[in-house]
């Protein structure tokens, strides 16, 4: 847990804005501090000190985010062996089933997107991808959490709790340690509607030998993804693709 009394308040102010412009897009200093929850005056100062270093552009009266948020991004993940290795991979396995693939991996609790291919067949509002999901409700969090000591997995929950996202999430711990007990044992995860209602996805965990949880999950609309396609193909397809990226993570 954060200690809050370690917290710098400008600083965690700043980035509440940068979050606001990021769900906004381009927005008015009232706009950001009414969502914000500041003074107009406050607001302004901030986006004045972000313009000031780069991280926000102003055109007439309207904010955005500054494409140096593009660079930092792409510095980060390929600042990353897993990313590195396992991007050409992702690549193709979304080519070749045509559905969307991420690479996830776990930060703070969440299920965060490292990295995300979108096949043909994927509809075109999964181009826009969610930054972070709970893990609980995913088919690569369940790998995650499936790979990871029940103590950690109790300090997840403790802190993310077992939202509901939709009406087939899974809401009760006893529950979901039982469902991560058969993603062990199966060596895949699958997550029927849990996350986003239409939607199936499939996920295996990555070994990467640094002890950092990391899985490779394939999601698709359930016309496409149903029967044999998602018990039994989508699992081994997808199983096939972590063990190839963990035999390139070894060379």
């Known amino acids: ?42 607001a302004h100062n901030h986006l004045a000190t ?12 309207v904010y ?12 980060i993940k390929l600042q990353q062996e897993l990313y590195r290795v396992a991007k050409p991979s992702i690549d193709r396995f979304a080519e070749q089933s045509g559905e969307m693939v991420n690479l996830v991996v776990e930060e703070h609790g969440r299920a965060i997107y490292l990295s995300t291919s979108i096949g043909d067949h994927a509809p075109r509002n999964f181009q826009f991808v969610r930054e972070w999901d709970y893990l609980h409700s995913t088919a690569a969090g369940k790998v995650i959490l499936a790979s990871l000591p029940e103590e950690r997995v109790h300090e997840i929950l403790d802190r ?8 087939r999430t899974t809401t009760d711990r006893e529950e979901l340690f039982e469902e991560l007990q058969a993603v ?18 499939v996920a295996a965990h990555i070994r990467t030998g ?8 394939v999601s698709g609309l359930t016309t496409r993804i ?22 390139d993570l070894i060379h």
Do not use: C, W
Not at 65 to 71: G, I, P, S, T
Not at 160 to 167: A, C, N, S
Not at 210 to 217: C, F, I, K, T
């Open 184 to 201: 062990r044992e199966q060596g895949y995860a699958l997550n029927d509607q849990e996350n986003r209602d239409g939607v199936r996805a």
């Open 210 to 217: 640094s002890g950092s949880p990391a899985a490779v999950s």
């Open 160 to 167: 993310r709790g077992l939202p509901t996202v939709t009406e």
């Open 50 to 61: 972000l313009e000031s270093v780069g991280y926000v552009v102003k055109n007439d009266h």
């Open 64 to 75: 955005d985010l500054a494409n140096r948020f593009v660079h930092l991004g792409d510095h």
């Open 1 to 42: 847990m954060t200690d809050q009394s370690n917290e710098v308040r400008s600083v965690k102010r700043a980035f509440e804005i940068i979050e606001a412009l990021k769900a906004h897009g381009e927005a008015t200093v009232t706009e950001l501090a009414d969502d914000v929850g500041i003074p107009a005056s406050t």
């Open 226 to 247: 149903h029967g044999d396609r998602f018990a039994e193909e989508l699992p081994e397809a997808v199983r096939d693709v972590t063990k190839a990226i963990e035999i």
